[in-house]
């Protein structure tokens, strides 16, 4: 269970001074995120009531969006590039990475949060038993379509390879393309993909290896193909269940038998790994 309140998150948690002395606006409006943690404690995170505020609140996000559940980035960076057209103000790199136009809520609850980042663990893990231990469904080519959520990660990932290296000023017309990439949400072919990477991780004298492009066979895939792996993980496990007997306990082998990959997956790290040898071992 995750407990975000507490922790810092924005500007106005870096000073407990400013916290206790400061008069925020209470309203809902004036802030781009309102959270419920799992004890049902009310979070506001992310003033924008003014341009100075919402300035400060960009900065924060920039710092601390990766303590954030995956709902409340997307929620927190949405209503900031809206508020930002209101100031007419341009939108900081991180903020508009995860700003999502399907988002029309600030008040994430915990169950929202929770059923929302459950799915992404779940195929996270199952990519991971795929395509690392079990060595199954991984592409032999570069012929797949990479998800556009990875894709625009990627994109901000670039821009900050150059901007960390001094490659590019911030109106390079490079980096405005990557920018342009991230906006777009467009399926991109891996072979694209890497190639670009490659080019990028070349002009800034970046060992590739040391960056998250390192596997392009592992990058996640267009919904579509990821959902064809996964229901081919689910034969590959029942075709194999057999061998985890002696290994785990029957009413758990029962259960892997009823969602193979889902259960798996569920699992923890270690264990998930331990049956995926099981699985694809020669015993």
């Given at each position: 269970m995750f407990k975000l309140t507490g922790r810092i998150l924005?500007?106005?948690?870096?000073?407990?001074?400013?916290?206790?002395?400061?008069?925020?606006?209470?309203?809902?409006?004036?802030y781009a995120l309102v959270l419920e943690d799992h004890d049902g404690?009310?979070?506001?995170?992310?003033?924008?009531?003014?341009?100075?505020?919402?300035?400060?609140?960009?900065?924060?996000?920039?710092?601390?969006a990766s303590r954030l559940m995956?709902?409340?980035?997307?929620?927190?960076?949405?209503?900031?590039?809206?508020?930002?057209?209101?100031?007419?103000?341009?939108?900081?790199?991180?903020?508009?990475?995860?700003?999502?136009?399907?988002?029309?809520?600030?008040?994430?609850?915990?169950?929202?949060?929770?059923?929302?980042?459950?799915?992404?663990?779940i195929a996270k893990e199952a990519s991971y038993i795929i395509s690392g231990v079990a060595n199954i469904g991984a592409p032999k080519t570069l012929d797949f379509g990479v998800d556009t959520h990875f894709i625009k990660q990627a994109a901000f990932e670039l821009v900050s390879i150059l901007k960390d290296n001094e490659i590019c000023e911030y109106n390079d017309s490079?980096?405005?393309?990557?920018?342009?990439?991230?906006?777009?949400?467009?399926?991109l072919p891996a072979s694209d993909l890497y190639e670009l990477a490659t080019e990028v991780c070349k002009i800034a004298e970046v060992s590739i290896n040391k960056t998250i492009f390192s596997n392009p066979y592992g990058w996640p895939r267009e919904s579509i193909e990821k959902e064809a792996s996964e229901d081919s993980l689910d034969d590959f496990i029942l075709e194999n269940i057999k061998k985890l007997e002696g290994h785990f306990n029957a009413e758990l082998i029962e259960k892997i038998a009823s969602n193979p990959t889902r259960v798996i997956a569920s699992l923890s790290s270690e264990i998930s790994k331990i049956a995926a040898k099981l699985l694809t071992s020669n015993e």
């Amino acid at each position: 269970m995750f407990k975000l309140t507490g922790r810092i998150l924005d500007w106005t948690d870096e000073n407990s001074d400013l916290q206790k002395t400061s008069d925020f606006p209470l309203s809902f409006s004036n802030y781009a995120l309102v959270l419920e943690d799992h004890d049902g404690v009310i979070g506001r995170r992310y003033p924008i009531a003014t341009v100075e505020e919402l300035g400060a609140s960009m900065d924060s996000f920039e710092k601390y969006a990766s303590r954030l559940m995956p709902l409340h980035r997307r929620t927190a960076a949405t209503f900031m590039t809206k508020a930002c057209s209101k100031y007419d103000i341009p939108v900081t790199e991180k903020v508009a990475m995860y700003t999502d136009e399907a988002i029309n809520e600030r008040t994430v609850t915990y169950k929202k949060a929770i059923a929302d980042y459950e799915p992404t663990r779940i195929a996270k893990e199952a990519s991971y038993i795929i395509s690392g231990v079990a060595n199954i469904g991984a592409p032999k080519t570069l012929d797949f379509g990479v998800d556009t959520h990875f894709i625009k990660q990627a994109a901000f990932e670039l821009v900050s390879i150059l901007k960390d290296n001094e490659i590019c000023e911030y109106n390079d017309s490079l980096v405005g393309s990557l920018r342009k990439l991230a906006q777009d949400e467009v399926p991109l072919p891996a072979s694209d993909l890497y190639e670009l990477a490659t080019e990028v991780c070349k002009i800034a004298e970046v060992s590739i290896n040391k960056t998250i492009f390192s596997n392009p066979y592992g990058w996640p895939r267009e919904s579509i193909e990821k959902e064809a792996s996964e229901d081919s993980l689910d034969d590959f496990i029942l075709e194999n269940i057999k061998k985890l007997e002696g290994h785990f306990n029957a009413e758990l082998i029962e259960k892997i038998a009823s969602n193979p990959t889902r259960v798996i997956a569920s699992l923890s790290s270690e264990i998930s790994k331990i049956a995926a040898k099981l699985l694809t071992s020669n015993e």
